[in-house]
């Protein structure tokens, strides 16, 4: 019987823009950044990445967005809401879009390394993340949904599926700098 070489998965990139941007006191997704919104940003850098197709997590009608399948549940329920409307099996590149220094060069080498892994991130980072989206991964975001809120979180979804992580150099770890409060968004455009 001859060998065959399984197709790879399609890389679906995910701007997660469904907060409340609380911290920011004003919706993060929309600030300016080099001449256009943040979110736009974002989905240009995923496409840069070389994803088949970009989407957005949360209730933004002018970015198709898709609606969090649990309301205020953080980034797992907008996971778990684009989880719901995806068919098939999907390799999931995820960023939050408060993070504006992110380059499409350091996406590219968390889409290349490690292959075989489940869940990959970056050494002390969250997000962001690939993800394997298959029935496995669909229901533990299901799962971790149930769980009380201290315990519904993307690292809760790492451990669970024996998440794996890479290093960063001190330049690749400064576009990971995330824009949670004014000030944070002050040090990263001043």
């Known amino acids: 019987m001859p060998d065959t070489v399984a197709e790879p998965l399609p890389c679906i990139g995910v701007v997660l823009a469904g907060g409340l941007s609380s911290r920011m006191g004003r919706d993060k997704a929309l600030l300016p950044w080099q001449g256009r919104p943040l979110i736009e940003h974002q989905l240009a850098v995923l496409r ?8 957005v997590s949360g209730d933004r009608p002018d970015y198709a967005g898709i609606a969090d ?18 068919a098939g099996e999907a390799e999931l590149l ?10 499409a060069t350091l996406l590219q080498r968390l889409r290349r390394e490690r292959p075989d892994a489940r869940c990959l991130a970056f050494a002390g980072h969250v997000l962001p993340l690939r993800l394997r989206l298959d029935g496995r991964s669909r229901a533990l975001l299901r799962e971790l949904l149930q ?6 979180s993307l690292r809760a979804l790492q451990a669970a599926l024996g998440g794996e ?15 949670n409060t004014e000030a944070g968004w002050n040090e990263v455009t001043g």
């Open 165 to 179: 992580d890479i290093p960063l150099d001190a330049a690749e770890a400064r576009q990971l700098a995330d824009c």
């Open 48 to 55: 840069e990445a070389g994803v088949a197709e970009a989407r």
């Open 69 to 86: 399948a649990q309301p205020q549940a953080g980034p797992l329920g907008g996971l778990a809401g684009v989880a719901a409307v995806l």
């Open 147 to 152: 769980q009380e809120p201290r315990r519904r």
């Open 94 to 103: 995820v960023i939050p879009v408060d993070m504006p220094r992110l380059q």
